[in-house]
């Protein structure tokens, strides 16, 4: 059974800085993993989708990575904003399998 | 615009009655989900649909039903028999099935039990 984890629950960094929210998962056939960002009482909007076939993706100052064989994948965002504050979480999706399997998510405080 | 919507935003219920959270989208997808997201918790899967009349469970469809009459709409309905219906409810829609294909969610319907 798949598993993801994602360490830390929260993370708070100063305003302008580089940081990196980490991603892992058990089970290495997967199809794709999805990076999505969670307001308080909000949907969660995707933010970048990665195929088992590529190694990383780019959306503006994201850039997200994925390592199928250690099971493990980051999201990267650059000079970061109060703005990015949210919950980020992480899904895999399976071989032979149509759903989504979600980790916990990191809340992300950026301080201004 | 093209989108998802979810109604109502927050959903009141007496213990032993069944409420139908509503689901539309006019992305043209042919697949929809309904996710359960509780605190502390991932998000977890109710059930999915990838064609119109067709649906299949998830991980925790008991106490749950859905339908799929139309390719834009999702209803999910919970019922008395679902023990703990407290919970975050969110919609996704995909173009086709999960491979190769972005979900996207809808802003959630929070159902609370009196």
């Known amino acids: 059974k798949q598993e993801v984890t994602q360490i830390p629950a929260a993370l708070s960094v100063p305003e302008g800085e580089n940081l990196v929210l980490n991603c892992s998962f058990t089970?290495?056939?997967?199809?794709?993993l999805q990076w999505f960002r969670q307001d308080p009482g909000k949907g969660l909007t995707s933010l970048l989708l990665?195929?088992?076939?590529?190694r990383e993706q780019t959306s503006g100052r994201l850039n997200a990575s994925l390592d199928k064989s250690s099971g493990r994948s980051t999201l990267y965002i650059a000079a970061s904003q109060p703005g990015d504050s949210a919950t980020y979480l992480c899904a895999v999706n399976d071989f032979g399998n149509e759903k989504l399997t979600f980790g916990t998510g990191t809340r992300l405080t950026i301080i201004p | 615009d093209g989108g998802i919507t979810q109604s109502p935003k927050y959903l009141f219920r007496k213990e032993g009655q069944n409420v139908t959270l509503s689901c539309e989208q006019n992305?043209?997808?042919?697949?929809m989900y309904w996710y359960r997201q509780d605190p502390g918790q991932g998000l977890r899967l109710i059930y999915y649909?990838?064609?119109?009349?067709?649906?299949q469970k998830g991980d925790i469809a008991e106490g749950y039903s859905v339908s799929r009459e139309k390719k834009e709409s999702f209803p999910l309905t919970v019922t008395s028999a679902q023990k703990n219906p407290t919970a975050f409810y969110l919609c996704?829609?995909?173009?086709?099935?999960?491979?190769?294909?972005?979900?996207?969610f809808g802003p959630g319907t929070r159902l609370t039990v009196l």
């Open positions: 996704a829609s995909s173009l086709r099935g999960a491979v190769y294909n972005e979900q996207f």
């Open positions: 649909s990838q064609i119109v009349n067709d649906f």
């Open positions: 992305l043209n997808h042919d697949a």
């Open positions: 089970d290495s056939a997967i199809y794709n």
């Open positions: 990665i195929q088992s076939s590529q």
